[in-house]
Structure formats: structure tokens, C-alpha cells
């Protein structure tokens, strides 16, 4: 089973970028699903995009398409996710998520391994 680190989170003004990376122990992270989840205060963790074990697909919520990016080098055992012109309302808690076997997932269940999570604050 892998263990997920997330790093690159911090403070950012409304139309910036952060770029959130995850690194992956373990010598089978190629047949992981990879994903991105986030939580605001007081709010349930929610699907941000995901993707496939061999990086040709992937999947984003609708609030988040044309503006994040997944991405993932599993000679690395890392994922990205690249976040442009962020908005305050993208303000959470970031975590990465790691599910077995899946070729992809996109609902919280189909993941078995989180992160710790990293902290995203866009200032308006």
C-alpha cells in the first residue's frame, strides 16, 4: 500500500497559481487511480479531478475545468495538480488520494490511501 505526501499549499491572491504535488512510497504506484479532493470549512470533502493509472485520462469537476490540471509521472511516484486563476471559493483543505486497481475514480469511496492534506487560501 502506498502512503501519500502532499506539499505546495499556501496563501495565494484571487487570478493566482499554485501547483500541489503529491509524493507516493511504494513500488506499485502505477496501478493506483490517482485523485484530488478538497474541503472547505464546514463543508463535505468533494471530487476536484482524477486520473488514470497510465495518466491518459483524466477527470475534473465542473467548477474546476479549464482552470486546474492533474497530471502524474509514475516513474517520479508523483501527481500534480496545477490550479490557475484560482478563486476564494477554491479556499480548502487539499487532499491526494491513491485507489487500487482502479483504472479511475472519481467518487471518495473508490479510494483507499489519503494524504494529510495541504491548506489552499485564495484572498479575494
Known amino acids: 500500500q502506498v502512503q501519500l505526501v502532499e506539499s505546495g499549499g499556501g496563501l495565494v491572491h484571487t487570478g493566482g497559481s499554485l501547483r500541489l504535488s503529491c509524493a507516493a512510497s511504494?513500488?506499485?504506484?502505477?496501478?493506483?487511480?490517482m485523485g484530488w479532493f478538497r474541503q472547505a470549512p464546514g463543508k463535505e470533502r468533494e471530487f476536484v479531478a482524477g486520473?488514470?493509472?497510465?495518466?491518459?485520462?483524466?477527470y475534473y469537476e465542473d467548477s474546476v475545468k479549464g482552470r486546474f490540471t492533474i497530471s502524474r509521472d509514475n516513474a517520479k511516484n508523483m501527481v500534480y495538480l496545477q490550479m490557475n486563476s484560482l478563486k476564494p471559493e477554491d479556499t480548502a483543505v487539499y487532499y491526494c488520494?491513491?485507489?487500487?486497481?482502479?483504472?479511475?475514480?472519481?467518487?471518495?469511496?473508490?479510494?483507499?490511501?489519503w494524504g494529510q492534506g495541504t491548506q489552499v487560501t485564495v484572498s479575494s
Open positions: 488520494a491513491a485507489g487500487l486497481g482502479r483504472l479511475v475514480a472519481t467518487r471518495e469511496y473508490e479510494y483507499d490511501t
Open positions: 486520473i488514470s493509472r497510465s495518466g491518459g485520462s483524466t
Open positions: 511504494g513500488r506499485t504506484f502505477s496501478g493506483y487511480a
